[in-house]
């Protein structure tokens, strides 16, 4: 198994997002939280397939793509590195923390979720009954195309 360094090849690339669920009047609400980072790397014992998975969603990375409808799967998707235990990060500058919501969310939950979530971050949003929707806390995904050097 290679030793590796995963890159972005752009700067402000990085997104931590983690999505929530809470039920409110018997209809389900969602909110995202986004952290956008600047810069940061990956390193670890990865297999060769692993590698080619990786550079493989590297050059179908497109920046321009246009989702058409009903085609979901073939969105690329760029590095996911929350799917690769055996890397680990290294994240620098975190630029901005942004809350957004799907269509049941009205703008006065919004705002009060925002407050809360500036106030006391993911823990706040915890205490008042906001359940996370992703099993690893957070997805680490990167939109942009990455490099990949293997270290000596």
């Not at 999505?19 to 956008?36: C, L, M, P, Q, R």
């Not at 799917?83 to 009060?112: C, F, G, I, P």
């Amino acid at each position: 198994m290679p030793n590796v360094t995963i890159t972005p090849n752009e700067e402000n690339c990085i997104i931590k997002t983690q999505s929530f669920t809470k039920t409110i009047d018997d209809v389900a609400n969602i909110i995202t939280v986004n952290e956008i980072w600047e810069t940061g790397s990956w390193t670890g014992d990865i297999t060769t397939s692993e590698q080619n998975a990786i550079q493989a969603a590297s050059d179908a990375w497109d920046s321009y793509h246009v989702a058409q409808e009903d085609a979901a799967d073939e969105v690329p998707t760029g590095f996911k590195a929350h799917l690769y235990a055996s890397l680990e990060a290294t994240l620098t500058n975190k630029l901005n923390d942004t809350v957004m919501r799907d269509d049941n969310v009205t703008d006065e939950l919004l705002d009060q979720v925002r407050s809360a979530y500036a106030d006391t971050g993911v823990a706040g949003l915890e205490n008042a009954g906001w359940t996370s929707t992703t099993e690893d806390a957070y997805d680490v995904g990167v939109n942009c195309a990455v490099s990949i050097f293997v270290n000596p």
